[in-house]
C-alpha cells in the first residue's frame, strides 16, 4: 500500500523524500505554495532532481502535490479569477520538476453566482492550463459542500469533468469531506463507491485523502480528527485500505498531527492491512 501525509516543503524535495521514508511512508503530499496565501518557493531543479532519483530508488507511490487553499478558480471578481487561474498554471508547471505525480486542489467556492457558473469557470481554467500538457495528472477534490464549495455532490465533479473533456483529469477522495457531505463511509462503503462509480466511474478515482471527521454524516463542516478520534472510526478505515477500489491508490492522511502522530497513523494502517 501506499501511505504518506502532508509534509513541510521548506527543506526541499529530496528532504522531504528523506522524512517521508523515516516516517514508514511512501508516498506524501505538499503545499506547492502557502496554503493559505500564494507565494512559492523558488525552484531548485538541482534537489527536484536528487528527489526524483531517490522517489525511484525508494520504490515510492505517485506524489499528491496539493494546491493552495486560498485558489479559487470561479471567485466572483474577474481579476482575481485571472489571478487564480494563473497560479493554477504556474503550478502545473512547476511540477514537471517531478513529472508523473498528482496535483490536487480544491475546485472553488461560486460565491453566491450558483454552481453552474462555477463549474464553468473553473472548467475554463483547467482547459487552459492542461492545454500546456505538462507532465502532471490533475486531480479535484471531493469536498464537503460547506459555504458555497462546489465538489460536494459527485455530480459536480462529474460536470467539471466532462466540460473539460481531458481523460487525464481525476479525482481525489477526502474520506472527511465525503462524510460531512453525506456519503455515509462507516455503514455502506460499497454503496458510496457504487455512487461515485455510477456518477463520475470508478477509473476517475486516483488517489485519498484519509483523515477521520469531528462532525457527523452530512454536517458539512470539514473539520479533520486523528484516525478513530472522529466519527467515521477505525472500523471505516480497515475497511477502506482493504477495498479492492482503494488499496492501490495513494493515501494522504491530513489529521492533525505532526511527524510522530503521523508515523503512528503509517504504522496502524499498515496493520490494518490484511
Ligand atoms: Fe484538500
Ligand atoms: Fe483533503
Ligand atoms: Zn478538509
Known sequence: ????????????????????????????????????????????????????????????????????????????????????????????????????????????????????????????????????????????????????????????????LDAVGSKDLGVCLDTCHVFDAGYDLVNDLDGVLAEFDRVIGLERLRALHLNDSRNPLGSRKDRHACLGAGCLGLDAFQAIVNHPALKDKPMILETPNELPGYQKEIALLRQMES
Open 1 to 160: 500500500m501506499y501511505v504518506g501525509c502532508h509534509l513541510s516543503s521548506a527543506g526541499g524535495s529530496e528532504a522531504m523524500v528523506q522524512t517521508a521514508c523515516s516516517i514508514g511512508a511512501n508516498t506524501f503530499a505538499f503545499f506547492t505554495r502557502n496554503p493559505r496565501g500564494s507565494k512559492a518557493k523558488r525552484p531548485n531543479p538541482e534537489d527536484d532532481a536528487r528527489a526524483v532519483e531517490l522517489l525511484k530508488e525508494l520504490r515510492f507511490g505517485k506524489l499528491v502535490a496539493h494546491g493552495s487553499y486560498t485558489m479559487n478558480l470561479c471567485t466572483a471578481d474577474p481579476e482575481a479569477r485571472r489571478f487564480a487561474a494563473g497560479i493554477l498554471r504556474e503550478d502545473l508547471a512547476r511540477m514537471a520538476a517531478l513529472p508523473g505525480n498528482y496535483y490536487n486542489f480544491h475546485p472553488g467556492s461560486h460565491v453566491g453566482q450558483g454552481t453552474q457558473a462555477g463549474i464553468d469557470y473553473i472548467a475554463q481554467a483547467l482547459r487552459s492550463a492542461l492545454a500546456h500538457g505538462y507532465p502532471v495528472q490533475v486531480l479535484l477534490e471531493t469536498m464537503a459542500g460547506k459555504g458555497s464549495e462546489i465538489g460536494g455532490r459527485f455530480e459536480e465533479l462529474k460536470a467539471i
